[in-house]
């Protein structure tokens, strides 16, 4: 069993839907939790990072995290083509050698169709 | 700012030739990471450094992949006589020294290896 479990998609959506993206996870160790985006051919980039549960916003974007399902979401409000992306949860722990190492989920495929 | 810097961009290697992927960190980032992406995989964790200094390398093949992070200049990873397995894409992020717990790592944008 994968330590984070991501469906992979694809997915598609049309412009102006709420997309939502889901991990699963194994390991009670993590306590960090991020959602990068990665275009084509280029590396990932940070979108939202949260501590422990609870829920963050920013703009369209909404990270929730729940512990005690060991499940974390990212929802897009009001998708834009721009958003086609591939998005990857990434997770790691606290303290020592654990910050140098983030777990990532396979990736979901996103295509947001005008 | 020029963000993390990876070069080469593109890298190809025939069998048993040794290839050398480069990357410099953002200014003032001090922690080196090395990250590998299989086709349809997502990224998979391979060493952790400091300047001068492994921290983690627990995602490292036991045989033929180094690391180095040197007082002077970029961080190397060198995979020496190349399988066609070695083929994927190279991602190095960098981070502050401070390690705050609410900052995620900076990527570059990566080195893709084609080993024939």
């Known amino acids: 069993q994968k330590e984070v479990e991501q469906d992979p998609g694809p997915l598609s959506v049309p412009e102006g839907a709420i997309v939502s993206l889901n991990c699963t996870y194994s390991?009670?160790?993590?306590?960090?939790f991020m959602w990068y985006r990665q275009y084509s051919r280029k590396g990932p980039e940070l979108l939202m990072y949260?501590?422990?549960?609870g829920n963050k916003e920013d703009g369209r974007f909404t990270a929730q995290v729940d512990k005690s399902s060991k499940y974390i979401s990212l929802f897009i409000r009001d998708s834009q083509p721009s958003d086609s992306a591939t998005y990857l949860c990434?997770?790691?722990?606290?303290?020592?050698?654990?910050?140098?190492?983030?777990?990532f989920g396979q990736g979901t495929i996103l295509t947001v169709h005008p | 700012n020029a963000g993390v810097m990876q070069n080469p961009r593109h890298l190809v290697r025939r069998r048993g030739q040794e290839a050398r992927l480069r990357c410099s960190p953002m200014?003032?980032?001090?922690?080196v990471y090395w990250y590998r992406q299989l086709p349809e995989e997502g990224l998979k964790f391979m060493v952790y450094?400091?300047?001068?200094?492994?921290?983690?390398e627990s995602g490292m093949p036991k045989e033929r992949f180094s690391a180095e992070f040197p007082k002077e200049g970029p961080s190397i990873l060198r995979i020496q006589q190349v399988v066609r397995g070695d083929s994927a894409a190279y991602f190095c992020a960098s981070s502050p020294p401070q390690l705050h717990v609410n900052y995620g790592y900076t990527f570059g944008s990566g080195t893709r290896l084609t080993v024939v």
């Open positions: 390991n009670s160790a993590f306590q960090y």
């Open positions: 200014k003032g980032h001090s922690h």
């Open positions: 949260t501590y422990s549960s």
């Open positions: 450094l400091q300047k001068e200094n492994i921290i983690d």
């Open positions: 990434a997770m790691k722990g606290k303290g020592g050698t654990s910050y140098g190492k983030l777990t």
